[in-house]
């Protein structure tokens, strides 16, 4: 079981990006998959969740109408477009996959067993 971010770079304040979650080992759609992020001297945070088939969803507060998370499932891949990105989104950004066949995804690290190796994202002011 693998997952793959890809994505993160540097871009300018009110830039856009998309973030890519390639999943290998597993069928995607038995999976929630949750994006985290951390930042420089903070603790990991949720960012957002889509539940295996991709019809709930959960975004963080502060990222509601900015970020959208979306799934292709027969390519294995989870998406998290970014706009209006701001210079407090800088931060390691993680995919996460947690078997949970229940049509909802978590905002909770401990529910997700398996972790890709994190993309860097820059804003720059």
């Known amino acids: 079981v693998q997952l793959q971010a890809s994505g993160g770079g540097l871009v300018q304040t009110g830039g856009s990006l998309t973030l890519s979650c390639v999943a290998s080992?597993?069928?995607?759609?038995?999976?929630?998959i949750g994006w985290f992020r951390q930042a420089p001297g903070k603790e990991r945070e949720g960012v957002s969740c889509?539940?295996?088939?991709?019809?709930?969803?959960w975004y963080r507060q502060s990222e509601k109408g900015r970020f959208t998370i979306s799934r292709d499932n027969a390519k294995n891949t989870v998406y998290l477009r970014m706009n209006s990105l701001k210079p407090e989104d800088t931060a390691i950004y993680y995919c996460?996959?947690?078997?949970?066949?229940?049509?909802?995804?978590?905002?909770?690290?401990?529910?997700?067993?398996?972790w890709g190796q994190g993309t860097q994202v820059t804003v720059s002011s």
């Open positions: 996460a996959a947690d078997l949970n066949r229940y049509g909802y995804c978590s905002a909770l690290e401990p529910r997700y067993e398996y």
């Open positions: 889509s539940s295996g088939s991709g019809g709930s969803t």
């Open positions: 080992g597993f069928a995607l759609d038995d999976y929630a």
